[in-house]
């Protein structure tokens, strides 16, 4: 059974760094893509991030780059996104999702499989 758990979230000040993980399990993790996702109140869920555990590619959207960093620990099987220079405006519910394509799509539609979500709170 294919399991992503993301965890990490928390209430932060502007300008602090949180650092969210995304476990998972219950798949040849080498041969996926693994991209965290973000849905505000009131918005659409919008692509953050995504790392290609395969060949180490990764994408950021320009909103985050330069703030925050993907990383992974195959011996884990667990993706990490490295949050620093926090803004009110990250504030949202970040999911992690897994494709098995292994591209570096900041898309949804790309996604297979789709965790719960980890609250990140970000007060000004």
């Known amino acids: 059974e294919v399991q992503l758990q993301a965890s990490g979230g928390g209430l932060v000040q502007a300008g602090g760094s949180l650092r969210l993980s995304c476990a998972a399990s219950?798949?040849?993790?080498?041969?996926?893509?693994i991209g965290w996702f973000r849905q505000a109140p009131g918005k659409e869920r919008e692509g953050v991030s995504c790392?290609?555990?395969?060949?180490?590619?990764?994408r950021y959207a320009d909103s985050v780059q330069g703030r925050f960093t993907i990383s992974s620990d195959n011996g884990k099987n667990t993706v990490y996104l490295q949050m620093n220079s926090l803004k009110p405006e990250d504030t949202a519910v970040y999911y992690c999702?897994?494709?098995?394509?292994?591209?570096?799509?900041?898309?949804?539609?790309?996604?297979?499989?789709w965790g719960l979500g980890t609250l990140v709170t970000v007060s000004s």
């Open positions: 790392f290609s555990v395969g060949d180490g590619n990764t």
């Open positions: 999702a897994a494709d098995r394509g292994g591209g570096i799509w900041l898309d949804e539609e790309w996604y297979d499989y």
């Open positions: 219950g798949f040849t993790f080498d041969d996926y893509t």
